[in-house]
């Protein structure tokens, strides 16, 4: 079966670190997959060179069985691969609609910016994601941590992107919050997006994912089925790797075992 | 969409206006009369067309302190071709020696625009350098002398005695600048409501018009009411006013209504988020140097023809000048966030301030502490702005 998206054998090094090392890792459509690991496991490397962030020293990328060479963000956008960060990534001195638009701007003649049809766009969008946004006019500085993110999702949701990646998305959000996007989570997948949820947090993963996939030291030491494993499984494989047979059609590197 | 009323802008023009009573006041009427607004206007342009390329590359978070020497390179250039030709080739015509002194503006620019994007040398030590590059390419240029005379009909760029536009084309141009203003605003209105939004409230955009027309109708009086020398006609508005007022209207339309401007604004908001919206961010910076190496060559044609001659000491410390207009204007040394509006009304402020000094007598040495002076003053409201807007 092919997969929606395929990393075989990716490795990036930062001088000696090897924070990606030999990783093979797949997500399919329609899937949440929550990406585990302590802080430097790889998780985040891992998908900042899904997400054209970073580029590869070697391995390679399939979208749909199809190799892809991804070397910036604009790359995988084209791709439809759409990361939302940690900290958001917005331009907090642009307004919701100039930060939804970012590097991909609607222009009319002569080639000059359509505020008009970004906004309404904008409001239409972000309206469907969170019915509470108000502030379309201002700098998104202002915002909550809430309504950055529905910026953020809404532009996913408007460029159609089929790849999402969550890089810790409840980590500045508050309970009701985060409530919230676990809803808009299941909304994504049922559209048919798959969706990389990285995480520290075990509860959010379980509540979300429905699949778990575990690093360690730059390498995939675990694939499971959420609901055929358990936290306490999880948090031994984040701590000691893989010690059992780790997951199906996941090679597990000796080394790493 | 803004309201329109920035209330930075909205400050600084009252403040100017303050200022602008206590030097007439100071100065028995001197500094209010139409021959002195005349010549403010035209010192006030060869600052302002640098401060709108100042507020891009301030906004983009760098800095340029290369501006006074680039003027003073790129109007030897400009100077020397009219003047004596290069290598035996006879004498350019002044738009041709034009043309020349705008392209070699305009790779300076980016040639110091490089050095920033693609080897991350800061732009304060880049253009550093380039300020003691330039004023010495300045130099050598004509080996140091003096170079004249420039083509005649060249001069009245400068805004001297031919150069400006006479009574009833400036009455048709101020005509015409206002009900561009007025039909942007209806277009403006028309769109907003296109796309189902409420536009502005109907009095605050008849207002603004209003604003407007008073200004420019205001500024073409007192244009017209200084004459020509034995002359009882009205010299109008100055050439050099009008080069500034295009030059910032075309910066200004980059800034707010194309990518390009919607990238250094983005890029001066956060680096970060710029370069995962597969924003070229290096493009766009080297973009940004070479439009301001552009816009000192062009207000190095108004230098040159003003003096009548190039000399290398032009433009000598205008980028503390440039750099002030821009900050004064309420473009954040931070970054992110500039206006090209607010940047034309430091430039004149700026300007009021020496112009008024030179009328009360003032040293150039007491001149130059109050601008150093204001220049401190007007970063720390930027600063305290600031501060107090991230703390709410």
Not at chain 1, 203 to 214: G, I, K, N, T, Y
Not at chain 2, 73 to 101: D, H, K
Not at chain 2, 247 to 253: Q, R, T
Not at chain 2, 294 to 301: H, Y
Request: hydrophobic fraction near 50%.
């Amino acid at each position: 079966m092919t997969h929606l998206v395929e990393m075989t054998g990716v490795q990036k090094s930062f001088g000696g670190v090897h924070a990606v090392d030999g990783a093979n890792f797949h997500l399919d459509a329609g899937e949440v997959v929550g990406l585990l690991g302590h802080n430097g496991a790889g998780k985040s490397t891992l998908m900042a060179l899904l997400a054209g962030a970073l580029p590869l020293d070697a391995g390679s990328i399939r979208v749909d069985g199809r190799p892809v060479a991804i070397r910036s963000p604009r790359d995988a956008r084209r791709l439809g691969i759409e990361a939302l960060y940690q900290d958001l990534a917005l331009a907090d001195n642009l307004p919701a609609s100039a930060n939804l638009f970012l590097g991909r701007e609607l222009t009319g003649r002569f080639g000059l910016l359509d505020e008009a049809a970004m906004e309404r766009i904008t409001h239409e969008v972000v309206h469907r994601v969170n019915p509470a946004f108000r502030d379309f006019q201002g700098p998104v500085k202002s915002l909550s941590g809430g309504e950055r993110q529905s910026i953020a999702i809404g532009r996913a949701m408007h460029f159609e992107a089929r790849v999402l990646i969550l890089d810790e998305p409840t980590a500045a959000l508050g309970p009701a919050e985060t409530r919230e996007v676990g809803r808009l989570v299941g909304r994504l997948r049922d559209q048919g997006l798959g969706i990389v949820l990285v995480s520290h947090d075990l509860h959010d993963v379980f509540r979300l994912s429905d699949r778990v996939v575990v690093m360690k030291a730059g390498c995939i030491v675990a694939s499971r089925r959420t609901e055929d494993t358990h936290p306490d499984e999880v948090l031994e494989w984040i701590i000691a790797g893989a010690q059992r047979d780790a997951a199906r059609g996941t090679p597990v590197r000796p080394e790493s075992v | 969409m803004q309201t329109g009323l920035d209330p930075r802008t909205l400050g600084l023009g009252i403040a100017g206006l303050g200022i602008w009573l206590l030097l007439d006041f100071a100065s028995d009427g001197l500094f209010l009369s139409p021959r002195n607004l005349y010549n403010l206007a035209v010192q006030s342009s060869v600052v302002g067309v640098m401060a709108s390329g100042m507020v891009l590359v301030i906004t983009a978070r760098h800095i340029d302190l290369s501006v006074g020497s680039v003027l003073a390179v790129t109007g030897m250039v400009i100077a020397l071709l009219q003047a004596e030709g290069v290598a035996g080739s006879g004498l350019w015509t002044w738009p041709a020696a034009v043309a020349v002194g705008l392209v070699a503006g305009a790779v300076i620019g980016a040639s110091q625009g490089w050095w920033v994007a693609y080897r991350a040398v800061p732009a304060f030590v880049v253009t550093l350098g380039g300020l003691l590059v330039f004023r010495g390419a300045a130099y050598l240029v004509a080996d140091g002398r003096t170079v004249a005379p420039l083509a005649a009909s060249f001069g009245a760029l400068g805004g001297g005695v031919a150069g400006s536009i006479g009574e009833t084309a400036s009455w048709w141009l101020g005509v015409a600048a206002i009900a561009g203003f007025a039909a942007v605003t209806a277009r403006a209105r028309t769109a907003e409501r296109r796309h189902g939004f409420a536009p502005r409230p109907r009095w605050l955009d008849a207002a603004r018009v209003a604003a407007v027309a008073l200004a420019v109708g205001g500024f073409v009086a007192v244009m017209n009411a200084y004459p020509r020398p034995q002359s009882d006609l009205g010299r109008g508005i100055p050439v050099p006013v009008l080069i500034w007022i295009a030059s910032a209207l075309v910066v200004a339309l980059l800034f707010r209504a194309t990518r390009f401007g919607r990238y250094v604004s983005a890029i001066g908001g956060n680096p970060q988020a710029a370069v995962r919206a597969g924003i070229d961010v290096r493009r766009v910076t080297l973009g940004v140097f070479a439009l301001m190496g552009v816009l000192a060559a062009l207000a190095a044609v108004i230098t040159t023809a003003r003096l009548g001659a190039g000399t290398n000491s032009m433009g000598t410390l205008a980028e503390l000048n440039v750099i002030a207009a821009a900050v004064i204007g309420g473009t954040s040394l931070a970054g992110g966030r500039g206006s090209i509006a607010g940047a034309a009304l430091g430039a004149v402020l700026m300007q009021s301030l020496e112009n008024g000094m030179v009328l009360l007598g003032a040293s150039s040495a007491v001149r130059q502490i109050a601008i150093g002076g204001v220049l401190v003053a007007a970063v720390w409201v930027d600063v305290a702005s600031r501060g107090r807007s991230e703390a709410a």
